[in-house]
């Protein structure tokens, strides 16, 4: 699972708000709302996101394994880890 939660503590750490993204760099609070509750975001909006915060994508994003099994030639997820 990919989550977010990078992304916060780099907000924090170059003191930048969710208001000044949405005022000052045009990011959509549907975006937010989506990084919020970890859905996914198009590589176009990390891109623009690594922009204005001068970072890399893992300051913005993390990958963490879900638990998967293999059935029938598919990946089927046990359980998402949290």
């Not at 989550?3 to 924090?12: C, I, M, R, S, V």
């Not at 170059?14 to 709302?33: A, P, R």
Request: with cysteine; aromatic share 8%.
């Amino acid at each position: 699972m990919i989550t977010f939660e990078p992304f916060w503590k780099t907000l924090k750490k170059k003191e930048i708000s969710q208001y000044s993204l949405i005022k000052n760099y045009g990011v959509s609070t549907g975006t937010l709302d989506a990084i919020r509750k970890n859905k996914s975001i198009t590589l176009i909006t990390l891109n623009d996101l690594c922009n204005i915060l001068q970072c890399q994508p893992s300051e913005i994003i993390q990958f963490e394994p879900d638990e998967i099994c293999i059935r029938d030639n598919k990946i089927v997820y046990i359980k998402e880890k949290k």
